[in-house]
């Protein structure tokens, strides 16, 4: 008999936050199945980015367990096994806070190829990567301040990207940026998905983009008892009556 296939990305209620007197998220329990693409919908100030940086491993909660592939989260930040950290892919509303500014753009999508012993692949991978992304030329080789956010964005993606993670944490990846850039991450996104098989979790205020990008949203409601009301909604199938 085979067994089921374990979630990409399962969180177990989580209460978490920055004051244990007075957590942002109580007992929140969310589940992105294997190749699954779910988006996070609510108010602001709800604790969607917090969720996204706990599902990430990059904030420890107050209580409750993250599972990657049906494997306990290990630790989190610092503390988390590499092959956990690198499962997971984050990309954050601003690049300028997310980037390292001393970085040209190539340096910068090649951080983490480098940061897991991988120099020989970074040329290649980071030109490869650059390129899914739509960048090439002598963009590559300026500062984030010398490029636009669309641009910067573009090469955080694929900073992102770079490890072909499992999962795929998108916090209002494209919450700056205009509609045909949007359109164009979100396409490489979902080629990645595609090719991969990777999940996703889109966390943002736009919903219709991420009715439109996810296979279910769900949504978080205000204050305390964000955690009991998580709310899914499953994205209606395309409508291929004859018109
Ligand atoms: N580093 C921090 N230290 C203290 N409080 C924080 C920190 N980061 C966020 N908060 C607070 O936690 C709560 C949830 O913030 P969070 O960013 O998770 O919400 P959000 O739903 O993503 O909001 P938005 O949609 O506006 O981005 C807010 O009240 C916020 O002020």
Same mark, same amino acid.
């Given at each position: 008999m085979t067994r089921p296939t374990p979630p990409a990305l399962e969180l177990r209620e989580i209460t978490a936050g920055y004051d244990r007197a007075a &957590?942002? $998220?109580?007992g929140v329990s969310l589940t992105v199945g294997e190749g699954e693409a779910v988006g996070l919908l609510g108010p602001s100030g709800c604790g969607k980015s917090t969720l996204a940086k706990v599902a990430a491993l990059l904030h420890r909660p107050f209580a409750g367990t993250v599972h990657l592939g049906g494997a306990p989260a290990?630790?989190?930040?610092?503390?988390?096994?590499r092959a956990q950290r690198t499962a997971v892919g984050v990309v954050f509303q601003q690049p300028r806070l997310a980037a390292? &500014?001393? $970085?040209?753009l190539a340096s910068l999508i090649a951080e983490p190829l480098r940061a897991t012993g991988r120099r020989a692949e970074a040329a290649g991978r980071t030109e490869e990567l650059a390129r899914s992304v739509g960048l090439g030329g002598d963009l590559l080789a300026?500062?984030?301040?010398?490029?636009?956010d669309g641009q910067l964005q573009r090469a955080c993606l694929a900073r992102a990207l770079a490890l072909r993670p499992r999962v795929l944490v998108c916090?209002?990846?494209?919450?700056?940026?205009d509609a045909s850039t949007t359109a164009a991450l979100v396409a490489v996104v979902e080629d990645y998905r595609e090719r991969s098989g990777a999940a996703l979790l889109a966390v943002g205020h736009d919903r219709t983009l991420l009715e439109r990008w996810c296979d279910r949203t769900v949504e978080m409601a205000a204050g305390a008892e964000a955690g009991t009301a998580l709310r899914s909604a499953r994205r209606a199938p395309a409508d291929t009556s004859a018109g």
């Open positions: &957590p942002v $998220l109580r290990r630790g989190f930040r610092h503390r988390a096994p390292d &500014p001393r $970085l040209t300026r500062r984030p301040h010398e490029v636009s916090d209002e990846m494209t919450a700056m940026l």
